[in-house]
């Protein structure tokens, strides 16, 4: 029940993944593809997978937008690949992280922890709803809605929203934001950015000329007030 | 010493054969061309005028001096007063009718003596019966003197003045004079300007050298401008060609390399750290060989990352606008450094339109190369030129000797306080990484000596358009 699945189609970098992440006391399960993994998950959601991107048959991209589709999991890419590109691309399928190989153990179980705090604590800040305009943000409910209607939110976003929601009006920088929502000390900014693309996507009407959600040049992001 | 000596002559000599260029040999060359060929234009000519003037002058001196002898002739006889004589000739300004009679010298307005300005030459031809001319220089300028011989003691000059050819002369002269001088300058300025449209498209040819060798691989000559030198830019482009893809090969590889070194480091990483973990298990042999398995692998690591690093530097700039001097106590604080030791010029605009990646990777190797080899950093300081970004990260270690200045942001080049290999990261690229990352953004990185000790490294950043 629950622990990590790990998709990952190379034999030993699967086993040694499982070796040392057992060893950080994780209960432990690996797939060699996509196909399967995505069944294992069905019949035994895991509470965070690690996907890696070059995979024979329905690839990593392919492997995190079902796996999103799925549910909330906690979706972690270990790849070797480190094009922006591809970064960008994997978090807009779903991810909420993407690490690029090789990466420490203690640094991967660094973030699956945060992760799992993340996915069940809920946020840190105390919860009182926040109405910005038409935009109604409930922590203590765990829902959003915009004129009336709740938004479907993966968990990241909706940790996100809630930090900006807090300090509507605020400019928050990426570093900030990576500490506050990710509980990074420090990381790739790049993961704030598809993050928050993500999120105008639901929320604003025009994403290119965003009213809710702005950027404020050079400092970071704000939630209009 | 001797050496030196014998190198300076040849040294100056070559500095005066460069500066005495195309261009230059080309106008000098136009320029003397024209003047040869004008002078001698103006040479011939003025000698023709003034040959033609003369003999014009001669021909009526010969016509006149004969009708005034004639008149002076009839005249001859009882009661003859030379004077009367000379007087009904009627000659105007220019001609000096003089007459010698019994060796006395008779003129209108004897001023001027003239037995002084009539050769003795001439007098003895003249007295000998023989009409003659000669051209002499007067008082009063050049001349022309026609002898006549009447009688036996009687002869007949007159002198012509030339004055008036000499005056014509002068003029031609002059208006030659300056015409030439006129065509030499035109040839000087036709050959400058040949230069320059012979050596337009060298200066392109030089300017796209000067591009690639800043890195610009995509200069290329446009054969089209210049059609006589198809043979020059399309040898240039295939050069730049050849040399793009064996960069790009280049580049490729290594990124290919360090790519391919990711996955079995990662199967690496995993076990070390399971080895890692279980090291009081392993008895004091196996732990030791567990313990430098598990170091070395984080150096390959660092190596790998830190090849992909310098590699990636030549992918193109992702541009956006960075706050410098968060990103730098962003930093400080997680190395442990205090955060006040960033100081921005004041009033500056700390938002620099930069590769957010590549100056946060340059902060991180600075500061961890300060750490590393100089003691820890004491001041970042982050200002702006009118052209440049500048980041600088001083330490309070040794500092760098001059002749390791260059050579310490190369790759695997390691500092003299540096030599030990005892700690597990530091491959020796950090620094070159940080040159790389600079020149890719349009700068470079140096260092000098702190006032004060330690060193002080400068990295400087074109400054972007926002």
Known sequence: MGGVLVIEDDDRIRRSLVLALEDEGYTVRGSATAEDGLAAHRSEPADAILVDLMLPGVDGFECVRQLRRDGDATIVVVSARDDTHDIVAALEAGADDYLVKPVAIKELSARLRAVRRRNRGGPATTATTVVVGDLEIRPDAGEVRLRGEPLPLTRTEFLLLCELGQHAGQVLSRAQLLNRVWEYEFGDERLVDVHVGRLRQKIEDDTAAPQRLVTVRGLGYKLVR | ?466
């Open chain 2, 1 to 466: 010493m001797r050496r030196l000596l014998g190198l300076r002559p040849l040294g100056m000599r070559r500095l005066g054969m460069r500066r005495l260029g195309m261009r230059t040999r080309v106008t000098a060359t136009l320029a003397v061309g024209a003047l040869l060929l004008s002078t001698m234009m103006a040479v011939v000519s003025y000698e023709i005028i003034r040959g033609e003037l003369i003999q014009e002058r001669e021909r009526t001196a010969y016509r006149l001096s004969f009708s005034d002898a004639n008149v002076v002739k009839a005249q001859l006889g009882p009661g003859f007063d030379a004077f009367t004589a000379l007087g009904s000739l009627g000659t105007g300004s220019g001609r000096r009718p003089v007459l010698r009679r019994n060796g006395d010298w008779h003129e209108l307005s004897p001023e001027r003596a003239a037995e002084q300005d009539i050769p003795a030459a001439l007098q003895q031809m003249v007295e000998d019966g023989t009409p003659a001319m000669q051209r002499i220089n007067t008082d009063a300028g050049p001349a022309i003197v026609f002898g006549v011989w009447l009688t036996d003691d009687t002869q007949y000059y007159e002198i012509f003045s030339l004055s008036e050819q000499q005056h014509n002369l002068d003029f031609i002269a002059l208006v030659l004079s300056l015409t030439a001088a006129g065509v030499t300058l035109a040839g000087g300025g036709l050959g400058w300007y040949i230069g320059r449209r012979a050596l337009r498209p060298l200066a392109s040819v030089a300017e796209a050298a000067r591009g690639i060798a800043a890195g610009d691989l995509d200069a290329r000559l446009d054969s089209q401008v210049e059609p006589d030198l198809v043979r020059l830019t399309t040898s240039f482009n295939d050069m730049v060609d050849q040399l793009q893809q064996r960069i790009e090969r280049d580049r490729r590889f290594a990124a290919d390399v360090s790519h391919e070194l990711r996955s079995p480091l990662q199967t690496l990483a995993n076990a070390a750290a399971v080895l890692s973990r279980r090291r009081e298990h392993l008895d004091q042999r196996s732990g030791d060989a567990a313990q430098l398995v598990v170091e070395e692998v984080d150096r390959f690591q660092h190596l790998v990352t830190d090849l992909l690093e310098i590699t990636r530097a030549d992918s193109e700039l992702d541009l956006s606008d960075v706050d410098v001097i968060s990103l730098a106590r962003e930093q400080c604080r997680a190395r442990g450094v205090d955060p006040a030791i960033v100081r921005a010029s004041t009033g500056i605009d700390t938002i620099w339109v930069a590769d957010a990646r590549r100056v946060e990777q340059i902060l991180v190797n600075l500061l961890e190369n300060a750490q590393r080899h100089g003691g820890g950093a004491v001041a970042v300081r982050l200002r702006r030129t009118r052209v440049r970004n500048v980041i600088e990260v001083d330490d309070c270690g040794p500092g760098v000797l001059p002749e390791q200045r260059e050579l310490i942001f190369r790759p695997f080049v390691r500092g003299v306080t540096a030599e030990r290999r005892g700690d597990t990261d530091g491959a020796g690229l950090g620094l070159a990484i940080v040159a790389r990352l600079a020149e890719s953004h349009g700068g470079r990185a140096t260092v000098r000596d702190r006032p004060g000790g330690g060193a002080r490294f400068r990295v400087e950043l074109a400054r972007r358009p926002a």
